[in-house]
């Protein structure tokens, strides 16, 4: 569920697609929290390592799940033999060293384990922790950044006004396609040419939205079915794999699909 502290010492590749390097440098000197909002695979991951590497924080990610407790996040005593001991949750941690804390689909959390993040997001920056009675003041450079996928489980969950109103938002779309096949090609080890055509069979894809297919391919998909290629699979079967097989289980959306795939390639 966490990932410690990376302080990665290569620079995490990304190629931005607006202003949003400005925008979290920004954010980050003025201790405001941030959320990225967009759909799966389109990036925000990435550019949060980048920017923990760009800014020299080390970052610790959280996914989010709906069992996902405050005592997660935060922190709880531990039985041993001589007695108990208190350990840091990833939170706590994040807000003790002054690092970048990403939690990742904050929407999956429960509304309960999602309260505890709001002293942290206004100017006194504190996190209380009412089972040591410890007030901690976050270290400078700490910084809340939250993942949230408008259109995913939308009716279903969604994150309360009072708490998005704590966070600047940033909105991630898939990259333009230029950007995009440049993305594919050096991530998916693929060449111009079929980098291109994956983009363009993706943008395809990406209309049949409107005819009901709930997710659309994602960068990462593409890069998938890019090194599949890469590594000897025929490009039309490393599309069905890695781009029409995992995004529906519908047989006429899964055979719309394929005839784009063999339109493409
Ligand atoms: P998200 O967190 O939005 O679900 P990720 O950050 O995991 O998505 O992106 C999926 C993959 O797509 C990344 O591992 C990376 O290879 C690639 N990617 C997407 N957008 C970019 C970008 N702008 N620059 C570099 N790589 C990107």
């Given at each position: ?16 697609v607006g202003q949003e390097i400005q925008i979290f440098e920004q954010c980050h000197a003025s201790n405001l929290a941030l ?231």
């Open positions: 569920m966490t990932k410690p502290s990376n302080g990665a010492t290569t620079e995490p590749y990304y190629l931005p959320m990225l909002k967009g759909p799966t695979g389109c990036g925000k991951t990435r550019f949060v390592e980048h920017m923990a590497w760009r800014l020299k924080r080390p970052l610790i990610t959280v996914s989010c799940h709906d069992d996902l407790s405050a005592s997660d996040l935060i922190g709880r005593f531990l039985v041993r033999f001589d007695g108990t001991q208190w350990q840091d949750g990833p939170l706590t941690r994040a807000v003790r060293e002054g690092a970048i804390c990403y939690l990742d689909e904050i929407v999956e959390a429960r509304q309960d384990t999602v309260v505890v993040l709001h002293p942290l997001t206004d100017h006194r920056r504190l996190l209380p922790i009412d089972k040591t009675g410890e007030l901690i003041e976050a270290a400078p450079g700490f910084q809340l950044v939250v993942s949230y996928n408008p259109g995913y489980q939308r009716l279903l969950k969604d994150l309360k006004p009072s708490t998005r109103q704590r966070f600047v938002a940033l909105d991630f779309t898939f990259p333009a396609t230029e950007q995009e096949a440049a993305i594919v090609q050096r991530e998916g080890r693929a060449d111009h040419a079929l980098a291109q055509a994956l983009v363009a069979l993706a943008q395809r894809v990406r209309a049949l939205q409107d005819r009901g297919l709930a997710e659309v391919p994602s960068t990462r998909l593409l890069i998938a079915a890019a090194r599949l290629a890469a590594s000897g699979v025929e490009v039309r079967e490393a599309c069905y794999t890695a781009i029409v097989s995992p995004l529906s289980d519908d047989e006429s959306l899964v055979g719309a699909m394929r005839d784009l795939v063999d339109a493409t390639f």
